[in-house]
């Protein structure tokens, strides 16, 4: 059974940072992707940044390039999310979650997903 685990996020003025670690445990394949998602009040749940099991390779939302840079430790089975220049609008709830398929462009969208962490509050205030 697979189980994720989220830790980190909590409060951040703008231009702050914040990081976000996924602790992934009961996975099987080895072909898989880990992606972090989030959700704002009242919006859908939306990509942040992916990345591959077999080979490292990371997707990124064009909202969050050049600030964000998803990383993995596979000693630790772990997916750590480190936010640079957070604003206002990076306030969420983020979720990490497993997708089966492995590397293709159904990663971008959070069906398919089949196990999700309980999610992290993030939010950058002024």
């Known amino acids: 059974q697979v189980q994720l685990v989220e830790s980190g996020g909590g409060l951040v003025q703008p231009g702050g940072s914040l990081t976000l670690s996924c602790a992934a445990s009961g996975l099987s394949s080895r072909n898989y992707a880990i992606g972090w998602f989030r959700q704002a009040p009242g919006k859908e749940r939306e990509v942040v940044a992916c990345?591959?099991?077999?080979?490292?390779?990371?997707l990124y939302a064009d909202s969050v390039k050049g600030r964000f840079t998803i990383s993995r430790d596979n000693a630790k089975n772990t997916v750590n999310l480190q936010m640079n220049f957070l604003n206002a609008e990076d306030t969420a709830v983020y979720y990490c979650?497993?997708?089966?398929?492995?590397?293709?462009?159904?990663?971008?969208?959070?069906?398919?997903?089949?196990?999700w962490g309980e999610g992290k509050k993030v939010t950058v205030y002024s």
């Open positions: 990345i591959y099991s077999r080979d490292g390779s990371t």
């Open positions: 979650g497993v997708h089966p398929r492995g590397w293709g462009a159904w990663i971008k969208v959070a069906y398919g997903y089949e196990d």
